[in-house]
């Protein structure tokens, strides 16, 4: 698709994430955990390529805890 694709979502993720760089903000890129080693969302996890299936839910919040967390100890460590 011209504007549905890996290439426009990349782009608009990363100026998402440097909207949230100094902010009180957390930008998490779920990208690592549902895409394959191409970029693309891995068919494991979708029926139509672009959502995530359901039963993938309780991972995704899981890793959105963790990785919440782990931002939350880096930020104190470092004084942010």
Not at 44 to 52: G, K, L, N, P, W
Not at 60 to 78: G, P, R
């Amino acid at each position: 698709d011209e504007i549905y694709n890996n290439t426009n979502v990349n782009m608009i993720n990363e100026v998402i994430e440097a909207l949230a760089d100094d902010q009180q903000f957390i930008y998490l890129d779920v990208n690592e955990l549902f895409d394959d080693e191409e970029g693309y969302l891995n068919e494991e996890y979708t029926s139509d390529a672009f959502h995530v299936l359901g039963k993938y839910y309780e991972d995704w919040v899981d890793w959105l805890c963790t990785k919440a967390i782990i931002q939350e100890v880096d930020d104190l460590e470092s004084g942010d």
